[in-house]
């Protein structure tokens, strides 16, 4: 099992959400109006008067091994058609659940 960790400007909501169905993932936690800063580059998220956007973040927690790749391998695909919009994702290994 593998964790995903997504955050990506809001304006990837749909788009991301797209990308878990294709591959059959149905399951996923959001949180709406998070603020923050890329690493290299891209305008500050921070919901205010100066820097109005704002980012979503996904847990999803995927089953599948391979499938786990290929989502990130599309994420990153989606991320380089506009990459000043800004999308990270990040994937770990989850040893145990209940």
Same mark, same amino acid.
């Given at each position: 099992m593998k964790a995903l960790?997504?955050?990506?400007?809001? @304006?990837?909501n749909e788009e991301v959400v797209k990308v878990l169905e294709y591959f059959g993932q149905r399951g996923f936690?959001?949180?709406?109006?998070?603020?923050g800063r890329g690493t290299n580059d891209g305008l500050p998220h921070m919901g205010d008067h100066a820097w109005p956007?704002?980012?979503? @973040?996904?847990?999803?927690f995927v089953d599948d091994n391979a499938v786990a790749d290929r989502i990130l391998e599309a994420l990153h695909r989606l991320d380089g058609r506009s990459p000043e919009l800004?999308?990270?994702a990040f994937m770990w290994d989850i040893e145990k659940n209940c």
């Open positions: 960790f997504i955050a990506c400007s809001q @304006a990837y936690t959001r949180w709406t109006g998070v603020s956007d704002q980012n979503h @973040a996904l847990l999803v800004g999308l990270r």
